[in-house]
């Protein structure tokens, strides 16, 4: 009996190494293009290395009594919810084309079962699935596996005509369960993995340009200053149209030089000075006065939703905080679209900033805010940077929601300081 279990033990050790080898040598992958499966490459790996792994496990298959079985289904569950739908469709074809020549009913089986999976799991990708708990998602995906079971359970009866089928299916499922909850939780340590490295790299950054910002930027604001003074008043006198041309471009040079250095200060520097009793909601109602003509040229509406809330802050870096934001969604919708804006109370202020733009990738997602990284051409990337220090400076915390083509949204929220 002890040599049995052991047989059986190995022959499935060998399935669940086939399996674990790929999610373990992914980790190389991604930590390397600090992206968690999101690039072509990454998921062409997915599909070619599961694929791979699903045609072992039918090729070493695990015997109980009469019954063959394998973990075929766990490498297509894990490459289509990490991958998408392409890598889904991939391991299905490899799987159901060996399946094929290796003949007999279960053929016909295997089909309607990664069928019924592949309409659960991209279900599943749809209701968000990445953003979900690591429990949420080992309790989804356990349900997902063992609903084929129990709808293909009846005709494996009637087929057989056993109650050893039932015993089967039922140490199927557990069997099944177990090696899902495993591949998720390597999986997820893997991911988890990457968001740290990249959260380390973005704060080295933040520390390089923190520190760089406030050593120079001083002392290169004063030349500055003293330089478009002079411009200013040689612009007086030389009155020559050629003249006054050249004088209002070295200007407006200038100024953009200026409105960088301010916001590498007020990165440096983004603790509240000169806080004040105000309304945050008529703050950010005159943010969105300032910046509606630039929406208006981009042929943007704007819709603002809120309530009167009071608040005690920096008048000045609150609404550079709003404007920034709002710039950058606007700049994300080169072809019009729609700002929604809406600002509530609860036990803490809870700001919603939502574009209809072009989305961001998750890798680029990983990076908003990062020092010197941009999604435009000539951005610098310095305004979401100021943005989200501002934020950390009030004691909040923010959220960035992105799908390319389909828009992004900022949730911030805010802790009520003190009543007016």
């Known amino acids: ?44 790996f997915l599909a070619i290395i599961f694929s791979g792994t699903s045609i072992l496990c039918m090729s070493f298959p695990f015997e ?31 799987s159901l084309t060996f399946r094929f020549f290796l003949g007999g009913i279960g053929f016909y089986l295997s089909v309607v079962e990664y069928v ?10 749809k209701n968000n699935y990445r953003t979900q ?76 340009v923190s520190h760089l910002a406030a050593s120079v930027s001083h002392e290169v604001r004063n030349p500055l200053t003293v330089t478009k003074g002079f411009l200013q008043l040689l612009k007086e006198k030389y009155k020559d149209t050629e003249d006054r041309y050249y004088f209002d471009l070295a200007l407006e040079e200038l100024q953009t030089a200026e409105s960088i250095i301010s916001d590498y200060l007020t990165y440096a520097k983004p603790s509240m ?38 608040y ?41 900033i939502k574009d209809t733009g072009v989305g961001m990738t998750e890798s680029q997602l990983l990076r908003i805010g990062e020092p010197f990284f941009s999604t435009k051409e000539n951005g610098t990337g310095l305004g979401m940077m100021v943005a989200f220090s501002v934020i950390k400076s009030m004691g909040g915390t923010y959220k960035v929601l992105s799908k390319e083509a389909e828009g992004t949204s900022f949730h911030i929220s805010l802790p009520l300081t003190s009543k007016m």
């Open 1 to 44: 009996m002890s040599n049995l279990l052991f047989e059986y033990m190995k022959d499935y050790l060998v399935n669940m190494l086939f399996i674990i080898l790929p999610i373990l040598f992914s980790q190389s992958i991604i930590s390397k293009e600090h992206t968690a499966f999101e690039t072509n490459k990454q998921k062409f």
């Open 64 to 94: 109980l009594g009469d019954t063959i079985l394998d973990l075929r289904l766990i490498p297509f569950v894990i490459g289509m919810l990490y991958g998408g739908v392409r890598v889904g469709l991939t391991i299905i074809f490899s």
């Open 116 to 125: 019924i999976i592949f309409l659960l799991i991209y279900f599943v990708i």
């Open 133 to 208: 708990t690591l429990w949420k998602k080992i309790i989804t995906v356990s349900i997902v596996t063992v609903i084929p079971t129990l709808i293909l359970l009846p005709f494996a009866y009637h087929v057989v005509g056993s109650i050893v089928v039932v015993k089967v299916a039922i140490l199927l499922t557990i069997i099944s369960f177990f090696s899902l909850w495993c591949s998720i939780y390597l999986m997820e340590s893997t991911i988890e993995k990457v968001h740290m490295i990249i959260q380390l790299h973005k704060f080295e950054k933040e520390t390089i």
């Open 273 to 310: 000075e000169n806080q004040e009793p105000l309304n945050i909601f008529e703050e950010m109602q005159r943010s969105i006065n300032v910046i509606r003509s630039y929406a208006q040229m981009h042929n943007v509406d704007i819709n603002v939703a809120g309530e009167d809330i009071s």
């Open 312 to 352: 005690r802050g920096d008048k000045e870096k609150i609404r550079q905080l709003f404007i920034n934001i709002f710039k950058n969604c606007i700049e994300a919708m080169p072809d019009g679209g729609t700002l929604t804006v809406s600002m509530f109370c609860d036990q803490k202020i809870e700001i919603t």
